[in-house]
C-alpha cells in the first residue's frame, strides 16, 4: 500500500498563532516520512481542495517552515466557505474525493473554527460513504475562544493579550487628558456571540493598577440607561473611563447594536460600528468629550506582542492532530484540558467532532460581575494564564521579519471545476 498523502487548509479569520500550528502539522509530518508522504496545503482553505489549487509545503525548507512559528495571518490563505450537505451539494464532495484521489490524499487537517469543524465531520463521514476514506482531523483555531470541549483556543490567548496591554495603554492616555478633553475611550473589539475578548480588557486593570473600566458583552442585554449611569459614575469618581464593546452587543430587543444589514459567507450578520454608536450615545447624554477605536483587524494579526502560552498551545495542537491522525483516529479533535492554575498546567485530549461542530461556548455568567459591567475574579483566573509570557519574532532594522512562503504550486491533474 502507498504512503499516504496529507492536506491542510486555514479556514475563517486567522490570527497571530495560526501558523504555528501549521508548523506542528508539516514538521511532525516530516518526522514521519515512513507513515506519510508529501504534506500540501489549500490555497485559500477548503476552496483550495475544490479547486485542486494545492501547494508543495515541500518546497520550502525546514528553517522557512520553522519561521512560521513567528509569522502571523495564514501562510496559505484562508476562506470563509461551509460545506452544505450532500444531499444539497453532492457535486462538492464528489469533486473532493476526486481530488483527494487524485492526489493520493488519505490525511486531512483542517484549522479553524466551528464551522470548520462541521466541514471536517462532514468530510470524515461523507467520503467513507463515497468509497475513498480519509481521516479528518480538525485544529482548533479561533480568536473568539467559543469552541466547546477545549478548555480554550488558540489565537485567544494573544488576542487576550492585545486587548488587556491597549486598554490598559489607552486609560493611561485618557487619564491624562482627562481635566482638559477626552473623557471617555471606547474600544470596540470582536465577539459575535461570546464576550471572552471583550472580557480580556477587564485584565487591564487589577489591584497593582486600578482603572475605571466598563465591559459590555454580547451575554448581557444591552441597556442604554444602566450603561449611561455607569459611565457617569466612573467619571465622577475617576474623572475618566474606558468603554470596552464587544462587537456582538444586543439591545433588550435582541438586535445587534451594530448590525449593517449585511451577511458575510457563512450567513452571519456582519458585524462592525459598534463604538461609535457607543461614544455619540455617551456625547448626547451625558456631554463627554470622547474617542473611540475599532481593533479589527489589529487585535488578530499582532504577532508581536503574542502570549507564549498561546503559542505553544498552538503548536503542539498542530503536532497532536498529526499524531492522533497516524494512530488511526478519525473525526476529532485534540483538545487542551486545564490541569491548574497555579502554576498553569495543561494536556491535550482527543474530542469527538459532534461535540464541536456548530456548538458555541459563551461566557458563562459567573465569570461577569453581578451588575454585568465587569469580570469576576473566577473570569480573572482563568484568562490570565493564557495571556502569559512572550515569545517575540525576530527582528531587524526595528520591524519583525515574518517568513513568506514559497507556496509553489502542485499540478494539476483535473479538469477545472466551478465553486
Known sequence: MRIRNAFY???????AVINASACGVIETARANKDKIGKVYAGRNGIVGALAEDLIDTG???????????????????????????????????????EVFKAHNIGYFFYNGGGDSADTCLKISQLANKMGYPVQAIHIPKTVDNDLPVTDCCPGFGSVAKYVAVSVREASFDVASMAQTSTRVFVMEVMGRHAGWIAAAGGLASDKNCELPIVILFPEIPFSKEKFLAKVDAMVQQYGYCSVVVSEGVRGEDGKFLSDQGLRDAFGHTQLGGVAPVIANMIKDALGYKFHWAVADYLQRAARHIASRTDVEQAYALGKAAVQLALKGENAVMPAIVRLADKPYQWSIEVAPLQKVANVEKTMPRNFITKDGFGISEKCRGY???????????PYKDGLPQYVRLKNVAVPKKLADFEI
Open 9 to 15: 487548509a486555514q479556514s475563517g479569520g486567522v490570527t
Open 59 to 97: 518546497k520550502d525548507t525546514a528553517k522557512s517552515i520553522a519561521s512560521l512559528r513567528y509569522a502571523p495571518s495564514g501562510a496559505f490563505g484562508s476562506c470563509r466557505f461551509k460545506l452544505k450537505g450532500l444531499e444539497e451539494n453532492r457535486l462538492q464532495y464528489e469533486r473532493l474525493v
Open 383 to 393: 484568562m490570565l494564564p493564557l495571556i502569559m509570557g512572550e515569545d517575540y519574532p
